[in-house]
Antibody, heavy 116, light 107 residues
Framework: EVQLVESGGGLVQPGGSLRLSCAAS????????MNWVRQAPGKGLEWISY????????YYADSVKGRFTISRDNAKNSLYLQMNSLRGEDTAVYYC?????????WGRGTLVTVSS | DIQMTQSPSSLSASVGDRVTITCRAS??????LAWYQQKPGKVPKLLIY???TLQSGVPSRFSGSGSGTDFTLTISSLQPEDVATYYC?????????FGQGTKVEIK
């Protein structure tokens, strides 16, 4: 079964850090570029980061540039998002998504809450 | 950066109605346009990619059209299970921006 499973979300204080993981199964992970998309409570979808299959290219939305770092380990079929200097406006459900052309495969998401 | 603008932001229609949602890109994106459906509390689901290609398993009442800067998602006969928010997304580059969403309700 094709599947993406996120983990690592939780409650963190402003200024804190969190590392999200996304475990892939059922498809050839290293042939897909991967993305993180977030959705704040009651809001729309926001693309935040991209990484190519071999990790040579990485891109970020302006809202997270300089604070978040995307990475992947193809040997472990895993995607990561290191989030530093977290702010209240980073509170959201974070989805990982596999991109063949559009985002064909989505995880179920993990909730990150930034609050004191 | 290219911006994606959807209209309307919400709509209410009767069962069986034809529903049209538009998406405009601030610059040309060829046909690198996808549509997603997100039902309340659920994960987004890919409906259409390459502007008009129906994803496998998606009902044929959904269709997409357009190229360049102007795109349309059409539901030919609205069903109760189509209540959702619909998002367009450009993917002509790694920066895969979404539109702000269109909430579809039943009248």
């Amino acid at each position: 079964e094709v599947q993406l499973v996120e983990s690592g979300g939780g409650l963190v204080q402003p200024g804190g850090s969190l590392r999200l993981s996304c475990a892939a199964s059922g498809f050839t992970f290293n042939t897909y570029s991967m993305n993180w998309v977030r959705q704040a409570p009651g809001k729309g979808l926001e693309w935040i980061s991209y990484i190519s299959g071999g990790s040579s290219n990485k891109y970020y939305a302006d809202s997270v540039k300089g604070r978040f770092t995307i990475s992947r380990d193809n040997a472990k079929n895993s995607l990561y998002l290191q989030m530093n200097s977290l702010r209240g406006e980073d509170t959201a459900v974070y989805y990982c998504a596999a991109r063949f052309d559009a985002f064909h495969i989505w995880g179920r998401g993990t909730l990150v809450t930034v609050s004191s | 950066d290219i911006q994606m603008t959807q209209s309307p932001s919400s709509l209410s229609a009767s069962v069986g109605d034809r529903v049209t949602i538009t998406c405009r890109a601030s610059q040309g994106i060829s046909n690198y346009l996808a549509w997603y459906q997100q039902k309340p509390g659920k994960v987004p689901k890919l409906l259409i990619y390459a502007a008009s290609t129906l994803q496998s398993g998606v009902p044929s009442r959904f269709s997409g059209s357009g190229s360049g800067t102007d795109f349309t998602l059409t539901i030919s006969s609205l069903q109760p299970e189509d209540v959702a928010t619909y998002y367009c997304q450009k993917y002509d580059s790694a920066l895969a921006t979404f539109g702000q969403g269109t909430k579809v309700e039943i009248k």
